[in-house]
């Protein structure tokens, strides 16, 4: 999508939703531009700074991918609020764009004209989606296909809005032979893709995300706002520090509001998923939103982990190896973890135990007892 395109949709994303603060108290307002003396023209309508909170950020969230994204950003003695607003509202305009090619439930998305193409010839790619599942492929032969962007196939035939039912034995049988990652191929020279057999279907609910909250951090940290925070749905990357000090994360309290704990991170991704944030109930059984590949069937959920958090250097990264996880279950998933040098993570069990990797015991904090 091109700058042109998005430009109308930038104050629904952005700078409408830059007030969203927890603390309205401004350190600086934008000093009124003098009167012009004359003004023939039209002038172009005044850039909006948003409020800078007493901390010296800059918070903002919109409405993005389905879920609630956000931005808190410190900002540098060098920058002005506004250069800081605009670069937020690009920010939002990336994951907006960063949806419309890798949402497989928009029939006109790039994604969805590649599975539409399935068991046809090499198709040319975008750098975005080519990208996407190249590391896709990655970390599905790194889990073993735990992850596995091809489970669409048979995802498609599951809804998880409240009040759905399964679908039937027969109908996943039929489709699960169209789910293997090795299906995918890439060609570099000339950014080529296909799926290698008909009927294959692609979806990236686990990994797109994470790769729009790396797309928008990058964005913010090449306009020069290096220290800040970029969370969508349970998707976290932290760069830098808060004017110095380092950000904390928490850590969502699976069963009711507030933390387990948090971290401190820096230039870190920190991204968590679990059952209890999608899922339907039919006939006494609960069925969440992550799909085991290798039965085309939901979790077990008394096999399963009540949340799985992942650390990896980028949110990409960090979304695929979390559901990953997820669908190894809490031994196996933590032995992967303490596998992976570049990974930690923090499991609960469905008896609340917390199980933290040992990169990260000592830094893990509690929160204090009641
Ligand atoms: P997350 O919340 O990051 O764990 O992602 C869950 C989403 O990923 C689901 O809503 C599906 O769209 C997709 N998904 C479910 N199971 C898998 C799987 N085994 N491999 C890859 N993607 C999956
Ligand atoms: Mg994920």
């Known amino acids: 999508?091109?700058?042109?395109?998005?430009?109308?949709?930038?104050?629904?994303?952005?700078?409408?939703?830059?007030?969203?603060?927890?603390?309205?108290?401004?350190?600086?307002?934008?000093?009124?531009?003098?009167?012009?003396?004359?003004?023939?023209?039209?002038?172009?309508?005044?850039?909006?700074?948003?409020?800078?909170?007493?901390?010296?950020?800059i918070y903002a969230e919109s409405e993005l991918m389905g879920t609630r994204f956000s931005i808190n950003l410190w900002l540098p003695p060098s920058q002005t609020a506004e250069a800081a607003g605009a670069a937020i509202e690009l920010a939002f305009a990336e994951i907006d764009r960063i949806e419309g090619l890798a949402s497989e439930w928009r029939p006109d998305s790039e994604i969805s004209q590649l599975s539409a193409a399935a068991g046809g010839e090499p198709r040319p790619l975008s750098p975005d989606l080519y990208t996407l599942l190249q590391r896709s492929k990655?970390?599905?032969?790194?889990t073993d296909g735990a992850f596995d962007p091809t489970f669409h196939a048979v995802g498609q035939l599951w809804s998880f809005r409240p009040g759905a039912i399964p679908p039937s034995a027969e109908a996943i049988a039929d489709k699960l032979p169209l789910v293997?990652?090795?299906?995918?191929?890439?060609?570099?020279?000339?950014?080529r893709g296909r799926?290698?057999?008909?009927?294959?279907?692609?979806?990236?609910?686990?990994?797109?995300?994470?790769?729009?909250?790396?797309?928008?951090?990058?964005?913010?940290?090449?306009?020069?706002?290096?220290?800040?925070?970029?969370?969508?749905?349970?998707?976290?990357?932290?760069?830098?520090?808060?004017?110095?000090?380092?950000?904390?994360?928490?850590?969502?309290?699976?069963?009711?509001?507030?933390?387990?704990?948090?971290?401190?991170?820096?230039?870190?991704?920190?991204?968590?998923?679990g059952g209890y944030q999608r899922y339907f109930e039919h006939a006494g059984r609960r069925y969440s939103h992550i799909i085991d590949p290798r039965s085309g069937w939901p979790l077990d959920e008394a096999a399963s982990a009540l949340s799985v958090s992942v650390?990896?250097?980028?949110?990409?990264?960090?979304?695929?190896?979390?559901?990953?996880?997820?669908?190894?279950?809490?031994?196996?998933?933590?032995?992967?973890?303490?596998?992976?040098?570049?990974?930690?993570?923090?499991?609960?069990?469905?008896?609340?135990q917390l199980l933290i990797s040992s990169g990260l015991t000592e830094r893990f904090i509690r929160p204090p007892a009641p």
């Open 1 to 57: 999508m091109s700058a042109r395109v998005i430009a109308p949709r930038l104050s629904a994303l952005g700078l409408a939703l830059l007030c969203g603060c927890s603390d309205p108290s401004p350190r600086s307002l934008p000093a009124p531009s003098p009167a012009p003396l004359a003004a023939p023209l039209p002038a172009a309508p005044p850039v909006q700074a948003p409020p800078v909170r007493r901390d010296g950020t």
């Open 138 to 142: 990655v970390v599905a032969e790194a």
């Open 180 to 191: 293997d990652w090795r299906g995918i191929e890439l060609t570099a020279e000339g950014r």
């Open 195 to 273: 799926l290698r057999r008909a009927g294959m279907k692609l979806g990236l609910g686990a990994i797109a995300k994470g790769y729009a909250v790396d797309r928008a951090a990058q964005l913010l940290s090449d306009r020069g706002f290096t220290d800040h925070i970029v969370e969508g749905g349970g998707d976290t990357f932290v760069s830098g520090t808060k004017g110095g000090a380092a950000w904390m994360v928490g850590i969502q309290r699976p069963d009711g509001p507030g933390s387990v704990g948090a971290l401190p991170l820096r230039d870190r991704a920190l991204v968590t998923s």
């Open 311 to 352: 650390l990896a250097p980028d949110a990409t990264d960090a979304d695929a190896y979390c559901t990953a996880v997820a669908v190894m279950g809490p031994a196996r998933g933590m032995e992967f973890i303490e596998s992976r040098p570049e990974l930690e993570a923090v499991i609960i069990t469905q008896d609340r």
